[in-house]
């Protein structure tokens, strides 16, 4: 089994990146980012959604990168068969303490850069929803989908969720545009910041090079980060008709790049 101090980040960023990561999720509500407010809420409503419609009934799926088990538990709810696991203690620790952990099959620590402790071809899906956000490299994204797809069934189904580099800096920058070169170095390869923004093209790219067909590609929260102001403000009722219009829109090529999270869903050859 591998731990958080396994996650093999290159040069000397290594230890930085790895306690920031550590320390990042001992202090944030992960558990409950999702369901924050309504600008966060989109994400979870259209993952699902997409969920729904493409695994079939009684998946054997591995949550490469479950944080606190949202999606893990809403896909034992219907009936999967899930192993969850995360590269952070903490967020392992939450999970195995709710009531419902005894719903999932396995809860461990893994590393999405090494799942040689899981067989190839063991899994009907495999979802890598978070490693992304951190990998700072080229190689170290497709690595990670390269493992996930090793441990996927052929004709099974790899999710890939990634931060968009467009949404992030339209989301972050200041009024009056005077950050925006912090803003834009921030999220070069070789900074030392957290979080690593990609495109989408760039997502499809990492995909086909470990051979997943692509089957779709998202914006999970359509514009809603970059509207979070409006979107909050919204009614239920107006909320809704917002939902209805990412659901329309999620695969709209110029849409997806200014979603703040983007889904990718690859089918192994």
Not at 149 to 166: A, D, E, H, I, Q
Request: hydrophobic share 40%; charged share 30%; glycine share 6%.
């Amino acid at each position: 089994m591998k731990t958080l101090a396994a996650f093999d980040f290159k040069g000397k960023l290594g230890s930085v990146m790895l306690e920031s990561i550590e320390n990042y999720y001992k202090n944030y509500d992960e558990d409950g980012r999702l369901f924050r407010d309504k600008a966060h809420l989109p994400e979870y409503l259209t993952t699902i959604r997409y969920f729904d419609r493409l695994f079939t009934p009684s998946s054997r799926i591995l949550d490469a990168c479950a944080g606190t088990g949202r999606y893990s538990f809403y896909l034992a709810e219907k009936g999967h068969i899930i192993t969850a696991c995360d590269l952070v203690e903490h967020n392992v620790g939450i999970i195995k303490a709710k009531p419902e952990a005894e719903k999932l099959r396995e809860i461990s620590v893994c590393n999405v850069l090494d799942l040689s402790r899981f067989d190839e071809n063991n899994f009907d899906v495999v979802l890598c929803m978070g490693a992304i956000y951190h990998l700072p490299t080229d190689e170290d994204k497709t690595q990670a989908i390269r493992e996930c797809t090793r441990v996927c069934k052929p004709g099974g189904l790899v999710v890939l969720s990634y931060l968009n580099y467009f949404a992030v800096v339209a989301a972050d920058v200041k009024k009056g545009l005077d950050d925006l070169d912090d803003i834009l170095a921030a999220f070069e390869d070789n900074s030392n910041n957290l979080w690593k923004a990609t495109t989408p093209a760039k997502m499809e790219g990492y995909a086909k090079d470990v051979g997943l067909e692509i089957l779709h590609n998202i914006g999970a929260d359509g514009i809603s980060f970059v509207l979070a102001d409006k979107v909050n403000a919204a009614t239920d009722e107006a909320f809704d008709r917002w939902m209805e219009y990412i659901y329309k829109h999620c695969e709209e090529p110029s849409i997806i790049g200014y979603s703040m999270h983007g889904l990718l869903f690859g089918r192994k050859k």
